[in-house]
């Protein structure tokens, strides 16, 4: 086993693709993902997980039915299991998203904006 630390910005530089989660760590049963995100995604829900956004860099909002909350680099959000929320980036953001292995990106939502599971940046 080699022990060695990611690193984010490196991770991200490998793909260009928006709203396509790359795994890039497994904590227990969690995945530890990048992102890169711009424009906005579907309204959805996870019904059985909560979510960590955390930006890495760029300004990312939180749509949620009863306000938004703004993230920018070096801050997080859980979205609350069973909470609708649609996230929305004018200009590109990088995220690192923290959430149970399996989890859809579009949760209930699916679409056209479901991402196929990538754990290529292990």
Request: proline share 4%; with cysteine.
């Amino acid at each position: 086993m080699a022990h060695e630390a990611v690193d984010i910005a490196d991770k991200l530089s490998r793909f260009s693709q928006y709203w396509s989660p790359k795994v890039v760590a497994r904590l227990n049963d969690y995945e530890i993902k990048v992102v890169k995100v711009r424009g906005e995604f579907v309204w959805h829900t996870h019904e059985d997980t909560d979510e960590l956004f955390l930006v890495v860099s760029g300004e990312l909002t939180i749509q949620l039915r009863d306000g938004n909350v703004v993230l920018r680099p070096g801050q997080l959000f859980v979205v609350p299991r069973g909470v609708e929320h649609c996230p929305v980036a004018d200009g590109e953001v990088h995220a690192l998203l923290i959430e149970p292995a399996g989890v859809v990106n579009t949760g209930d939502a699916g679409g056209a904006l479901t991402a196929a599971y990538d754990a290529s940046l292990l």
